[in-house]
C-alpha cells in the first residue's frame, strides 16, 4: 500500500517512517520537514558496492551523485560505506571537502565548469574531472600545468541514445547540451586533443543516459556503445581507454504504479554484456563507475507539511494548501513530477478523497501533485510526501523568501538533526 518498505503505520493510525512516528516528528523538529532514512541509505550504497564486485572482475567504484541531496552528513554516509560521489560545483566539492571527503574517490562533472573550479578540484587532487568540451580541455591543462600536476580526465561522451522519460531530465541523445557526440567524430577528436595535451591523463569516458529510467536495456546498449568507441579508439590510436564511466539514471518508485528495476540486476546485465564485448574485441576489462543519485536516496527520504488551508470549487476541484510547495520541491513545477501522499495522522485511514495538493508561493503552479488520492483533509493535519530523498532539499529555493526546512536523519528509531532550519537572520545574511 505504500511507495517503500520503510513507511507503515502505527498502531495509533499515525504514518510511521523508519520505526519513527512522523506526526511526533513535526510536533518536535516543525514543518516543513524532511526526513531522511539512514539505513535505507546505507543499503543502497550497500547493494550498489557489492553488486559491482559480485557481478564484475575489472574493478569499479560507486559514485554517489551528490546533486540528488548535498549536506555535509551524506559525504560522511558516503565515505563510512567507502563509496566516492559525484560533485558538480564548487559548492558541492566544498562540502565534500569539509568533511575530508577522500579526494581520489570524486569525481566531477559540469558543462561549464569555471576557472575558480577548476582550480579548486585540481589543487584538492579529485580522482577525475569529466571534461565536457574542447575548451574545458585546454583550460584544464593551462591550469594543471600552473599547478604542475597531472589531471586524470574523463571524457563525457553523448552516446546518441534516447531513454524513456522527461525530456528534460534526459541527457544522452544528440541534441545534448552535454559532452563530446560520438556520431559526427567529434568524440574522437576530443581523445587526440586530451592526448596531445601534455598536463592531461586521459583515463576513459563518461556517459549519463538520463533519470528515472526504469529499463535496463537503454543501460547495456550505452555500455555497448561506449565500448565500441573505446575498441574504435584502439584501433585507430594505438591507445586503450581504461576508465568507462556509465553514469546514473536508475528510477525508483514514486507511485505504485512505478516498477523500477532491482539494481543488482543493473550490475549483472551490464557485466555480462561488457565481458562479453571485450572478449570479443581483444580489450582489457574496464575498471567501471556507476553514478546513482536519486535511487539511494530518495526512497529514503519523506517530506512532512502541515496543512494550513482547504478550498473547494464546487464540481471543479479541491485545494489543500500546505506550509511547504516548490521552495522545498520545484518537482511538479518543473516536470510535472508524481507523487504518493498521505495524511500522517489519518495514515490508515482510507484515501477517500481527491485533491490538488498546493504550495504557498504567489504562484499558480506551486503545485505538489494534481488529483492525488487523500484521506479526508482537515486544517492542521500533517502531510506527508513520499519518495522526496533525492532532487527536494538540493533543489530548494528562497523565492518569496521562505526558509528552507530543516532536515531530520533517522537512524534505529532516533531522529538527529542533520541540516537545522533557517532562521530570517539566515535569509538576510547576504544582503548589504
Ligand atoms: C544527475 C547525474 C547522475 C545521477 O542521476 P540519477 O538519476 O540521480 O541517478 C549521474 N551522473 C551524472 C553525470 C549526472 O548528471
Known sequence: MFVSSNLSVGKNGHLVFAG???????????TPLYVMDEAMIRTNMGQFRDSVEQYYHGGGLVCYASKAFS??????IAKSEQIGID??????????????????KICYHGNNKTEEELNLAIEYGVGWIVADSFSELELLNRIAGEQRKNVKV???????IEAHTHSFIQTGQIDSKFGFTIQFGTAMEAVKQALALPNLLLDGVHCHIGSQIFEIDPFVHAAEVILSFIAQVKDELGYELHTM???GGFGIRYVP???????????EQVSKKVKEIVAEKGLTLPFIILEPGRSIVGAAGITLYRVGGIKEIPGVRKYVSVDGGMTDNPRYALYGSEYDFILANKAGEEKVDTVTVAGRCCESGDLLGKDVALQNAQIGDILASCATGAYNYSMAS???????PAVVMLRDEKARLIVRRETLN???SCDL
Open 245 to 247: 564511466n556509465l553514469g
Open 154 to 160: 574523463l571524457l563525457r561522451l553523448t552516446p546518441g
Open 257 to 267: 504504479a512505478d516498477q523500477p528495476a532491482a539494481y543488482r540486476s543493473y550490475m
Open 20 to 30: 519513527v512516528d512522523t506526526v511526533s516528528l513535526a510536533e518536535e523538529y516543525g
Open 398 to 404: 528562497h523565492y518569496n523568501r521562505v526558509r528552507k
Open 87 to 104: 560533485v558538480v560545483s564548487i559548492g558541492e566539492l566544498y562540502t565534500a571537502m569539509s568533511v575530508e571527503f577522500p579526494a581520489e
Open 71 to 76: 549536506c555535509k552528513e551524506i559525504y560522511r
Open 426 to 428: 539566515d535569509l538576510i
